[in-house]
């Protein structure tokens, strides 16, 4: 079995190489203007997206009292355990 070993100096030049041709194609689109009209259609979309402010904030502090139902699953789960448990005691 053969391995294509390349030297340090072909990855390196393969590397500028590959830089070199993402600058140039960036450096393009700058000057073909499409840089700056994607930038101007975001700022645009992003303006006609944005949220209205509100009087009222959209978000509250959790209470206990949005919380409750959880709780009532939690003691129902842990009344039910403990059945089972008893349950299992009694009849072993």
Known sequence: MQFDI??????????????????????????????????????????VNAPKEETKSATSSMTIVHLQAAFYLLLGGLCMAALVLLAEILMA
Request: no cysteine; charged share 30%; hydrophobic share 45%.
């Open 6 to 47: 390349r030297s340090q100096q072909e990855i390196t030049h393969t590397a500028l190489k590959y830089k070199e041709f993402a600058f140039f194609r960036i450096a393009h689109m700058f000057e073909g203007g499409l840089i700056d009209k994607w930038f101007a259609e975001d700022l645009l979309t992003n303006k």
